[in-house]
């Protein structure tokens, strides 16, 4: 079965310093994995994705994450924080047996402080 | 693309009463999903649909809640007798034809129930 671990339920950090919100997976197959952004009240906005192409993807806004095997880890991190980045972030991993369904993290709030 | 519409928004609704949720998806994505979120927690699959068949259901849809997509387009989700525990956001998501496990999931806005 797959998983996905988040380290962090919240992070905090200072406008313009660097964002790093962690996501470790489990799977038995070589995963896609996804992070997603969600604002108060409002659906999953896809920030990027790794479909087994380039390990360091990068997405909108400014975020990137790397897939490393070794580590079991796609990290998701943006080299200087907005306020407009404060939001709950997702990680997921889908599950090639299962539909294209996404397993998601539990989620990390990210707050920014000016 | 106007992408995954949900119907209605929010929902109040007093405990032992029958609600019903509308999800639209983009058009001509063939796969449709339904998803269930409670506060600090993350999205969690309750069943997904590949053109009008409902191809899984998580053991967390129990037999209180059905779901349908009669033409292989718009579903909806029913919750019969309303606990609340069901209180949550119920969140629809499509994907494109022919959808492999890489291919994007788009989210509707969600659905807040309130059970009371």
């Known amino acids: 079965a797959q998983s996905v671990t988040q380290l962090g339920s919240h992070v905090s950090v200072s406008e313009g310093a660097l964002v790093l919100l962690r996501c470790n997976y489990s799977s038995s197959v070589p995963p896609y994995l996804f992070w997603y952004v969600q604002y108060p009240n409002q659906g999953l906005q896809l920030l990027l994705k790794y479909t087994s192409a380039a390990t360091l993807v990068k997405g909108i806004n400014g975020f990137e994450a790397e897939f490393k095997k070794s580590e079991t880890s796609f990290h998701l991190t943006k080299p200087s924080a907005h306020m407009s980045d404060a939001a709950e972030y997702f990680c997921?991993?889908?599950?090639?047996?299962?539909?294209?369904?996404?397993?998601f993290g539990q989620g990390t709030e990210l707050s920014v402080k000016p | 693309d106007t992408g995954v519409s949900q119907d209605p928004r929010h929902k109040i609704t007093k405990r032992g009463q029958n609600v019903t949720f509308r999800c639209d998806p983009i058009?001509?994505?063939?796969?449709l999903y339904w998803y269930r979120q409670t506060l600090g927690q993350g999205p969690e699959f309750l069943t997904y649909f590949q053109n009008e068949a409902q191809l899984e259901k998580s053991r967390l849809l129990s037999d209180r809640f059905s779901a349908e997509r009669p033409k292989g387009s718009f579903s909806t989700l029913e919750i019969q007798r309303t606990e609340q525990g069901d209180s949550a956001m119920y969140l629809c998501a499509s994907s494109p034809l022919g959808a492999t496990s890489g291919n994007t999931i788009y989210f509707g806005e969600g659905s807040w129930l309130t059970v009371v």
């Open positions: 058009s001509e994505h063939n796969r």
């Open positions: 997921a991993v889908s599950d090639p047996n299962q539909g294209g369904k996404l397993i």
